[in-house]
């Protein structure tokens, strides 16, 4: 299977502090995408980064990518309580068209 | 950004029965669709691409004649669940793409599922 695996599982946090959330993956890539999913709804697009990039920024949003380790990592900074929500990661890898593989999941939980 | 829209959101049917779900993208067309299945707390499955005007690919372990896909236009998928039963009770999520064939994926709000 080439479905990724995020860790941590669930993670919980105050308002105002950092949420790092870590996914890997174990074929080549052409981008690693991630989305965020409230409960019971559909997944919203946060960030791509292709696999020539390293690190890339979306507001509070930061995305990087280690291509050697096969990891990549998503930083939501200055988190607040509307922040909750499942986040995952999702790889298009190379010669599988246009299929995504999405990992595992993290639950982030932003208390007041 | 692009919006694809999902219906029914919720369906409760008895055992035996077929469900239809129907995925529009409503502002673009998409030639190629993308639905999954999820399992409470769990990651999104690919269950099958559903191609414009030819057969939908299935993933390893899919009961095509199961989950039936049809793509009869360039803005409407469905996927209808046949002879449900209760181990299908599931969400069911839609997604489709805009330009390049490994940008992002635009997704509809999903379907629960519940077979009594």
């Known amino acids: 299977s080439q479905q990724g695996e995020e860790d941590p599982q669930a993670l919980s946090i105050q308002e105002g502090e950092n949420a790092t959330m870590n996914c890997s993956y174990k074929t080549s890539i052409n981008n690693l995408q991630w989305y965020r999913q409230n409960s019971g709804r559909g997944l919203v697009h946060l960030i791509l980064i292709r696999s020539n990039e390293r690190e890339k920024h979306s507001g509070r949003l930061r995305v990087t990518l280690d291509t050697s380790k096969k990891s990549s990592s998503l930083l939501i900074t200055a988190s607040r309580a509307a922040d909750t929500a499942s986040y995952f990661c999702?790889?298009?890898?190379?010669?599988?068209?246009?299929?995504?593989?999405f990992g595992t999941g993290t639950r982030l939980q932003v208390t007041l | 950004g692009a919006v694809v829209s999902q219906h029914p959101s919720w369906v409760i049917c008895k055992s035996g029965t077929s469900v239809k779900i129907e995925c529009r993208s409503l502002?673009?067309?998409?030639?190629?669709m993308f639905w999954y299945r999820q399992f409470p707390k769990q990651s999104l499955m690919l269950m099958a691409t559903s191609n414009e005007g030819s057969k939908a690919t299935y993933e390893q372990g899919v009961e095509k004649d199961k989950f039936l896909i049809n793509h009869a236009s360039l803005t409407l998928s469905t996927l209808t669940v046949t002879s449900a039963h209760p181990e299908d009770s599931s969400f069911y999520i839609c997604?489709?793409?805009?330009?390049?064939?490994?940008?992002?994926?635009?997704f509809g709000e999903g379907s629960r599922l519940t077979v009594l």
């Open positions: 502002d673009f067309q998409a030639t190629t």
């Open positions: 999702a790889t298009a890898h190379t010669g599988t068209a246009s299929k995504l593989t």
């Open positions: 997604s489709a793409r805009v330009g390049a064939i490994t940008g992002e994926l635009f």
